[in-house]
């Protein structure tokens, strides 16, 4: 995983990033790898960390990444 130890986050944040984890790994078809809910988990926490704090929208760029990643 890369390097979050700088990140902070209140837990109003938390439970917004924890939403869209569980609404991005519901998403995908079983099994879910946990090379992908890693991948995504990084994607949401990079983008909460810039300042996003839609739920939907963390879902929506981390599926977005994923399915780039998955696809090179």
Do not use: W, Y
């Not at 790994?25 to 879910?32: F, I």
């Amino acid at each position: 995983m890369k390097d979050f130890s700088n990140a902070s986050f209140p837990p109003e944040t938390i439970s917004i990033m924890k939403v869209a984890l569980d609404r991005a790994v519901a998403s995908l078809p079983d099994p879910v790898s946990s090379a992908h809910v890693q991948a995504i988990a990084e994607t949401i926490l990079r983008t909460a960390k810039d300042g996003e704090r839609d739920p939907a929208v963390l879902q929506r760029m981390a599926l977005m990444e994923l399915q780039i990643l998955t696809r090179c």
